[in-house]
C-alpha cells in the first residue's frame, strides 16, 4: 500500500520558536495533502488542505499566518507552526492522497510539545 | 453538512469476543466510507473501505457492509484479539471531482479494549 512518513516524529521546542514538520509520500504522487490535528482522546481535526504548486486552504478557525503550508512538489508537504506557544502542543497528521484514488493514507504523526 | 456518528465508547472485550461498532453518516452526493484504525501513539491505518452501496469492505478479520438503505457502515469482526485494541474511527468523503479530492469527515472514534 501507498506509504506516507512524517518527520520529526517527536519534537519539543521552546516557547516563541518555529518547528517544522515534514511530510512525504514515499511510493506515490500526492497531489493533496491534509494536515489534521488531533488532540488527546479526540477526533481528528482537518486544519488544511494543500495542493501541490498552490496556497493550501485553510479549515475556519485555523490561523494560516501561524500555520504555514507549503506544498513544493508532488511528494513533499511542510507544516510550520511559528512562534508555537504551549497551547500549540498537540498531535499533527499528514495524509496524502494521489489521482484516480479517495483514499487518503495517514502519516505516523508527530507529537510536538511546546515548553 | 456531512457527518459521522459512532457508537460511543470505551467498548471492553474478552479475546475471541465478537465485535461490533455502529456507524452512521449523513451526507449529499454518494459518499465513499472508510474504517481507519490508530494504534496507541500512532497514526492511522487504513483498515477497509467500501465505495458504493451493498459494497462490503474488510481485511485481517474485520469487515463493514455500505448500507444505503440505512446509512450505515458497522464495523463487525467475529473474534478479536488483543492485538485489535486501538481507535477506530469512521470515515466519509465524497469526491470532489477532478484531481481535487473532497475531505474526509471523522467520527468521534471509538475505543476498543481487548482482554485476554
Known amino acids: 500500500g501507498a506509504v506516507v512518513s512524517q518527520h520529526p516524529s517527536r519534537v519539543i521546542c521552546k516557547s516563541g520558536t518555529s518547528v517544522k514538520i515534514e511530510c512525504r509520500s514515499l511510493d506515490f504522487q500526492a497531489t493533496t495533502m491534509f494536515w489534521y490535528r488531533q488532540f488527546p482522546k479526540q477526533s481528528l481535526m482537518l486544519m488544511a488542505t494543500s495542493n501541490e504548486g498552490s496556497k493550501a486552504t485553510y479549515e475556519q478557525g485555523v490561523e494560516k499566518d501561524k500555520f504555514l503550508i507549503n506544498h513544493a512538489s508532488l511528494t513533499l508537504s511542510t507544516l510550520t507552526v511559528t512562534s508555537a506557544h504551549p497551547e500549540d502542543s498537540s498531535f499533527y497528521i499528514c495524509?496524502?492522497?494521489?489521482?484516480?484514488?479517495?483514499?487518503?493514507?495517514f502519516g505516523p504523526g508527530t507529537r510536538l510539545t511546546v515548553l | 453538512g456531512d457527518s459521522v456518528t459512532q457508537m460511543e465508547g470505551p467498548v471492553t472485550l474478552s479475546e475471541e469476543a465478537f465485535l461490533t461498532i455502529n456507524c452512521t453518516y449523513t451526507a449529499t452526493g454518494y459518499p465513499s466510507l472508510f474504517w481507519y484504525v490508530q494504534y496507541p501513539g500512532e497514526g492511522l491505518q487504513l483498515l477497509l473501505k467500501a465505495t458504493k452501496a451493498d459494497d462490503k469492505g474488510s481485511n485481517k478479520g474485520f469487515e463493514a457492509t455500505y448500507r444505503k438503505e440505512t446509512t450505515s457502515f458497522h464495523l463487525e469482526k467475529g473474534s478479536v484479539q488483543v492485538s485489535d485494541s486501538a481507535v477506530y474511527f469512521c470515515a466519509l468523503t465524497t469526491n470532489a471531482g477532478g484531481t481535487s479530492y473532497g475531505k474526509l469527515t471523522f467520527g468521534q472514534g471509538t475505543i476498543l479494549t481487548v482482554h485476554p
Open positions: 495524509s496524502a492522497t494521489g489521482t484516480a484514488t479517495d483514499t487518503q493514507y
